[in-house]
């Protein structure tokens, strides 16, 4: 891992796209780029000792979420924060991770190897510590305060009643969405997540519900005109582009003869792209968010 270098707190909230910092930390050490985090930014947080369940629901959720255009945050912590970070990079879409400790004594040794992956895929590997800081257990309180701090919705799963989880959502509560993926009420490992929905966290079943939650964040598709195959198609589209035109304005428009024009106009209204609105009168159908041309 290359050497970390230090960004100020209002570097930081600028590459937020101006959705801010805030955390209780002047500045983070970071390995790797935040251009990431101009995009909405979910965190994913959970219980080390997650089941194989916790493991596929974080990674599905993060894979998911990332293919939907958001740049995942977790702690690179074993269990839930690991499968967070694995979904997002098999999405082909960029992570970072927040450590409890600096750079250079990287905890858990184990997750470095995920950590150069993230890094090779576009993300950051970031601290409040400097690099050769230890990982000591207090320092993860403010780890979390941090991961809350970049995120624009926190998910929680497989949280048990005490977990580090439940704070990184007490540090977004009140400012961003929290959300909870609920689970058997008998199961210890959920404890914290039905005790999040109870206190009024919204219940996540799926990535569908965190995008929801976070609608205003997430940018609408822009909306997608059909277009005709032939070159005569597209003059008349094109004389269509001002609104509802009889035969004649789009014949003098366009410069193609009248039994042409007909023609292709029924071809552009059976492909859907082109409506009838009276016996000579035409209009384009409307454009639809995100489909194909």
Partial sequence: MRPPIYLAAPEIAAARAGRGFEAKADGLWCCGTLEALARPAVAIVGTRAATAY???????????????????????????????????????????????????????????????????????????????????????????????????????????????????????????????????????????????????????????????????????PEPVRPQARSPRGRALLAALDSGLAELDEIVAASGIPPAVALAELTVLELDGIVESCGASRYARVAATPGGED
């Fill in 54 to 220: 916790g493991r596929r629901l974080a990674h599905r959720f993060a894979a998911e979420l990332g293919a939907a255009g958001c740049c995942i945050v977790s702690g690179l912590a074993l269990g839930i924060d690991a499968a967070a970070h694995e979904g997002a990079l098999a999405a082909a879409a960029p992570t970072v991770g927040v450590l409890g400790g600096g750079h250079d004594r990287f905890f858990p040794p184990r997750n470095l190897p995920l950590a150069l992956r993230i890094l090779d895929g576009g993300g950051a590997v970031l601290s409040p510590y400097p690099p050769q800081q230890r990982a000591n257990p207090w320092q993860f309180l403010a780890r979390n305060g941090v991961v809350a701090a970049l995120a624009d919705a926190v998910v929680v799963i497989e949280a048990p009643a005490r977990s580090g989880a439940l704070n990184t959502a007490s540090w977004a509560a009140g400012r961003i969405p929290v959300l909870a993926v609920p689970g058997d009420v008998d199961r210890t490992h959920v404890a914290g997540c039905l005790a999040l929905i109870r206190d009024g966290a919204t219940l996540a079943r799926s990535a569908a519900d965190v995008l929801e939650a976070m609608g205003r964040l997430c940018p609408a």
